[in-house]
Structure formats: C-alpha cells, structure tokens
C-alpha cells in the first residue's frame, strides 16, 4: 500500500524526482521516447524508495500515454485512480488538483457519468485556484 510506505527522504533522490517532475511535459511535447523513459525510471524510484509529490506528478501523464500508445482505457484508469488515492492520502494538495484534473479529461469520462466527471473537473479547478495556479 503507497499510501503507508514512507517517503523518499534522500536529498539526492528528492533532487532527482523534483527534476523529472519538472522535464517529464516538455518531454510529453517533444520527444516521446524521452517520456517514457522519464516515467519508467519515477516508477521505479517510487517502488524502490518510495512516493513523494515530485513523484507523484512525473507518473500523472503514464495514464495519458497508456491511452495513447496502448489503448489500454481501463489500466489507465485504474493507474490514475492509484495516483490520485496517494496524493490525497498523503495530503498533497496542489499534486492532488494536477492529478484530478488529468483524471477527469483523460480517463474519467471513459467509465463514469460525465455528470461525476464534471465534479472531478470542478474540484480539480478549486485546488487549482487554491494553489495559484491560473493555467
């Protein structure tokens, strides 16, 4: 259970994690390959050492690319909603709007209501707003 384990406290680890947060959506647009490799080694640093909220937003595009390269609609589904339950669980609030905001134009409408889906958009705005972050 992830949301039991305990965090990445290595400041090299943490450096590290921070660093494919923030290169993992340049990559997304630009080098797709770059991607996944971003995304393959923040899960294997979260099973080896653990989450963290860096983590937590470099694995938030594998359920796009999930769709988009495997159609795999319910993995992607299933891999978000774990994402989302970490952050949350783990009281990451910005992370947790950028992860519910994913989840509701990725994923979301493929299972659900569009009505719940509409509710996921919405409180993914509200943290959003809340955090500062205007885009």
Not at 20 to 38: E, N, Y
Not at 62 to 89: K, Q
Not at 113 to 129: F, I, M, N, T, V
Request: proline share 6%; net charge negative.
């Amino acid at each position: 259970d992830d949301s039991e384990r305990p965090e990445i406290r290595d400041p090299k680890l943490l450096c590290l994690a921070k660093l494919f947060q923030k290169t993992i959506v340049p990559s997304f647009l630009s080098d797709p390959l770059a991607c996944i490799w971003l995304m393959l080694e923040s899960h294997r640093l979260w099973k080896e050492h653990g989450p963290c909220a860096p983590l937590v937003m470099a694995l938030n595009v594998a359920p796009t690319i999930m769709i988009a390269m495997r159609g795999d609609y319910r993995a992607a589904r299933n891999l978000a909603r774990h994402i989302l339950a970490v952050a949350v669980s783990r009281g990451y609030r910005t992370e947790t709007a950028l992860v519910r905001c994913v989840f509701s134009y990725s994923v979301n409408h493929w299972f659900e209501p569009l009505e719940e889906g509409l509710a996921e958009a919405e409180a993914a705005r509200d943290g959003l707003l809340q955090a500062a972050d205007f885009q």
